[in-house]
């Protein structure tokens, strides 16, 4: 249903984007966005986009990290600049519907300091 790319490894000050492609039309969903877990923590939000393009992120990506969708290629994307070493992490994407969470496969996303 979803399917993240993205990842890789990038240097401290460096960019990614991240895509998370649906295979209907996102905008069937609610809300979409992506989660970083790191190795023994759980899923933290990083950022979320709604249906109708209002934002929300956590705070320590704030002004590097931007989230937004293409519904015509029902594709949200992560735009991840400034990188730092603590946003290495596996990253999932996610849609909501009313009654249901779907969630993407992770991708992998390593900052090298």
């Known amino acids: 249903q979803l399917q993240a790319s993205g990842g890789g490894l990038v240097q401290a000050g460096g960019s990614l984007r991240l895509s998370c492609a649906a295979s209907?039309?996102?905008?069937?969903?609610?809300?979409m966005g992506w989660y970083r877990q790191t190795p023994g923590k759980q899923r933290k939000l990083v950022a979320g986009?709604?249906?109708?393009?209002?934002?929300n992120y956590e705070d320590s990506v704030k002004g590097r990290i931007t989230i937004f969708r293409d519904n015509a290629k029902n594709t949200v994307y992560l735009q991840m600049n400034s990188l730092k070493p603590e946003d290495t992490g596996v990253y999932y994407c996610?849609?909501?519907?009313?009654?249901?969470?779907?969630w993407g496969q992770g991708t992998l996303v390593t900052v090298s300091s």
């Open positions: 209907g039309s996102i905008i069937s969903f609610n809300t």
């Open positions: 986009i709604t249906r109708g393009g209002s934002t």
């Open positions: 996610y849609a909501d519907q009313p009654v249901r969470r779907y």
